[in-house]
């Protein structure tokens, strides 16, 4: 409990000092944020799998694209260094998997993305491609994730799923904020959507 308590306070003195314009102090106290997960990952008492692996790399690619978004430096790195991410935390999913695939999961998925995509473009004209390359990955990490909870149906699996979702609400808040108009309370949501998002992941491999 006060592992949890710890990444959560860290992650809100983090967006406090990043409000604040304090980017050093911020980018310190996300990064120790991130660290502290995977040391609760790795700090479990069960045998770490190789899942695990894929989700601490992700976390740890994740303390660089936000160094550089912090710093606002990078931003091509910075955009593929989310991406990595995202990749190695859906493998991390779609390494659990085995038999048959639930078809219906991403149909409706993609579904979903399409009408939020075009709901959104009038506030993202300038960012399409940026938009449909992360919507791609975010939505086979989604599926992913969901594929797990259909298969083992526990509460683990439904919290790596939501953790997932999370993340994609993160990143479309995020794409409205920075590049269309403020969102009220913007920053608090999209970074603290981001560090639940990456919690819920995180636990999913631990309870």
């Known amino acids: ?39 609760m990952l790795w700090s479990q008492d069960s045998l770490v799998g190789i899942a695990a692996w894929w989700v601490s790399l992700g976390l740890v690619i994740a303390v660089l694209a936000d ?18 991410s995202q990749l190695c935390l859906s493998t991390s999913f779609w390494l659990q998997l085995s038999g048959e ?18 709901l959104m473009l ?20 989604n599926w992913a994730a969901g594929e797990v909870w259909l298969l083992s149906g526990s509460l683990a699996g439904g919290m790596g799923f939501l953790g997932t979702l999370t993340l994609t609400l993160s990143a479309g808040l995020l794409a409205v904020h920075d590049y269309r108009h403020p969102i ?23 309870i």
Not at 8 to 27: H, P, V
Not at 67 to 84: D, E, H, R, T, V
Not at 101 to 118: D, E, K, R, T, Y
């Open 1 to 39: 409990m006060w592992s949890w308590l710890s990444v959560a306070l860290s992650g809100f003195i983090s967006i406090s000092a990043n409000e604040s314009n304090q980017k050093t102090q911020a980018a310190l106290f996300k990064t120790m944020s991130m660290l502290m997960l995977v040391v």
């Open 122 to 141: 009038p506030k993202i004209d300038r960012l399409i491609f940026p938009v449909v390359i992360m919507g791609m990955m975010l939505l086979q990490l």
């Open 101 to 118: 695939i639930v078809w219906w999961l991403p149909a409706m998925l993609l579904a979903i993305g399409i009408v939020v995509f075009f």
């Open 184 to 206: 009220a309370y913007g920053r608090y949501l999209i970074s603290g959507s981001y560090l639940l998002a990456h919690c819920l992941i995180t636990a999913a491999l631990i």
């Open 67 to 84: 160094n550089l978004y912090i710093f606002k430096k990078q931003k091509k790195l910075c955009f593929a260094a989310y991406i990595g």
